[in-house]
């Protein structure tokens, strides 16, 4: 009796011990995010224009600017994060990413006009253009896209800005509300996978990468040797692929890591599929919403849901047979 007490208490000792320790974690945890969200806010860059005069017998190139063409341009002209103005010449092609292109009175352009996330506008009722130029014009995240192209490091260092958390939560609650679309649908194919994960996880990591690589070789030898209408079938069916191997294996991730969780840390909930789902989802999204860590999470659910969803359906035993 004096040995059966005397264990109690170390236990408890310990387990208070270990939550003290994981609290710690996640504040640190939290701080770090914090200090990040607060750093990549204070990056603002300026506006800056870079003016071209005279004759330039290249390409015109601007990154993380603008660029205004008063002098006249032999090739063409191309910012990534600004607006191209064009007050001159320029001879050949004028496009832009996250900005707009500007052709001002009196001007000319002698090529097509590609502008991604910006407009194009002519000070002129009817611009100076080659009668057999083109305009491809997409007008949609042109914000989002001038950030992404002036400091490409902030995709994967994102802002914690209030709509951006905002965001992560109605992630969270889609998943999770497909989680349980899936769980309530297919409970015994999700059960088999969530048992496949815990016992051979590395097989199936193998498998999904392997497999990742045989998609998207084949992928791209269609599309560089095969005609347009294979190419466009086997796309189709490259992301039929993509999307079902998501769904399915996001699923069994998530709901395999929330049993684990409830197992290790959770008191509360033990029987609660929901509970377990919530917490698997709210995990994952959270590691994928790290500062430069998330393309590395991706890549790792992209893998295990790929194959997930070649072996979690069958039974197969991966048991190695002696002799």
């Known amino acids: 009796m004096v040995h059966s007490r005397s264990q109690v208490p170390s236990l408890t000792i310990q387990s208070s011990s270990t939550k003290l320790k994981w609290s710690r974690i996640v504040a640190l945890l939290v701080w770090a995010l914090l200090l990040l969200g607060v750093a990549s806010a204070q990056n603002a860059t300026d506006e800056k224009v870079v003016v071209i005069d005279g004759t330039n017998y290249g390409t015109v190139f601007g990154v993380g600017n603008s660029i205004r063409i008063t002098g006249t341009v032999k090739q063409g002209a191309m910012s990534f994060g600004g607006d191209v103005i064009v007050e001159g010449v320029v001879e050949g092609d004028v496009a832009t990413i996250g900005g707009s292109v500007i052709q001002r009175s009196g001007s000319r352009i002698g090529g097509d006009v590609i502008v991604l996330g910006g407009t194009y506008r002519a000070d002129d009722a009817i611009a100076t253009r080659n009668p ?86 084949s992928v791209l030898l269609c599309f560089w040797f095969m005609p347009e209408p294979v190419r466009v079938l086997v796309g189709l069916l490259a992301l039929l692929l993509w999307l079902v191997a998501g769904l399915f294996g996001r699923v069994i991730l998530y709901a395999a890591t929330g049993r684990w969780l409830q197992r290790k840390y959770a008191r509360f909930g033990k029987n609660s599929e929901a509970v377990a789902l919530l917490l698997g989802t709210g995990f994952w999204v959270l590691l994928t919403s790290l500062p430069y860590v998330w393309p590395f999470m991706a890549a790792f659910i992209l893998i295990i849901s790929f194959g997930l969803a070649l072996t979690a359906r069958y039974r197969v035993n991966w048991r190695v047979s002696p002799g």
């Open 132 to 217: 057999s130029a083109k305009t491809m014009m997409y007008a949609g995240y042109e914000q989002e896209l001038r950030d992404m192209m002036r400091n490409p490091t902030g995709l994967f260092s994102p802002r914690w800005t209030p709509s951006y958390l905002g965001t992560r939560l109605l992630v969270v609650l889609f998943w999770f509300i497909v989680s349980l679309a899936f769980t309530a649908a297919m409970p015994g194919t999700i059960s088999r996978g969530v048992a496949r994960l815990q016992t051979t996880s590395v097989r199936v990591a193998a498998i999904g990468l392997i497999s990742v690589v045989v998609l998207f070789a």
